[in-house]
């Protein structure tokens, strides 16, 4: 979409694209976690939060009826959560970035994370066209005894059509802050000039995924047994996907994972948040209502 300096027939471009906010304020009212205040601005549209079991948590579905980023669009969106709360934020289908001849699409999230907060992000893939432009960042600020996990996956483009790594510009920052002041970057640019030129090992790849778990509460011996539970789910997979795990700066794991389907990088996912849930709170993957 595109808007104009003026009417005058001829006259140039002065804006493209559209500046879309989402603001999403979660608190905890007895057992549940409920959507308190929010507001939102087109291309942004407001799903209803909703409970997907008996965990009390909230899930709310990022919706964006345009079907995908248009160059110029600049979303953003800052979500909160009170003590205690728990969200988990979705989409219903993968991002879909569209081909771009100058401005870039860009999206802004910020999230904040209350005392003794979970904040679930997991998205559906994002799918960079042929030609596209894109830049996101992700900051999170962690209080005392709050969880994140943040699983961020980029397909290579649109790999029906051929169009593996021909996207023109890809560029993306996570960082996790933590109440001591201590922080997880991650940062990153990919411009491929031809095919599989420009992106590294990841060439011969179809899906990167990174997975983020951070938490100031489990403790060394805590983070050792969830790195050894998420190492044995990728080398279970290993015929499947390339990946590893780490253990940061900051008390926590990153995953890395490399896969080449979409089912592929689905399954590996589904078993290691699996893992963490069952091994941090006992809890099972909720099934996710797409609509």
């Known amino acids: ?15 493209v694209g559209l500046d879309g906010e989402l603001v999403l304020d979660y608190v905890r009212r007895g057992s549940r976690t409920v959507l308190a205040r929010s507001r939102s601005r087109s291309p942004w549209h407001l799903s209803p939060s909703m409970a997907l079991d008996e965990t009390g948590s909230a899930c709310t579905f990022l919706l964006n009826p345009s ?5 110029g669009d600049r979303l953003s969106l800052c979500a909160t959560l009170g003590a205690d709360a728990h969200a988990i934020l979705s989409t219903p289908s993968a991002n879909r970035v569209y081909r771009s001849l100058g401005e870039p699409s860009v999206q802004s999230v910020e999230l904040t994370v209350g005392p003794g ?6 998205p559906e893939v994002t799918i960079p066209f042929a030609g596209s432009r894109y830049r996101q960042t992700i900051h999170a600020a962690l209080a005392p005894g709050a969880t994140i996990v943040i699983w961020d996956a980029i397909a290579s483009g649109r790999i029906a059509r051929g169009e593996r790594w021909s996207f023109t510009e890809l560029s993306n920052e996570i960082r996790i802050t933590t109440a ?11 411009t491929p000039t031809s095919n599989e ?8 790849w179809d899906y990167v995924a990174s997975l983020y778990l951070v938490n100031d509460q489990a403790g060394a ?5 969830m790195e050894e539970s998420l190492s044995g789910v990728l080398a279970d997979c290993s015929e499947r996907v390339l990946g590893g795990v780490s253990q940061p700066a900051v008390p926590g794991v990153a995953v890395k994972v490399l896969a080449r389907s979409a089912p592929d990088l689905d399954a590996v996912w589904q078993a290691l948040w699996s893992v963490i849930r069952g091994q941090l709170w006992g809890f099972q993957v909720p099934a996710l209502r797409r609509y």
Do not use: N, P
Request: net charge negative; aromatic share 4%.
């Open 67 to 71: 079907g995908g980023l248009v160059g």
């Open 180 to 190: 001591s002041g201590g922080s997880l970057l991650e940062r990153g640019c990919l």
């Open 221 to 225: 011996e805590g983070w050792e047994r």
């Open 197 to 204: 030129d420009g992106v590294g090992l990841a060439g011969g």
């Open 117 to 122: 907060a979970i904040l679930e992000w997991v």
């Open 1 to 15: 979409m595109t808007g104009t300096g003026g009417t005058a027939a001829g006259e140039k471009t002065s804006s």
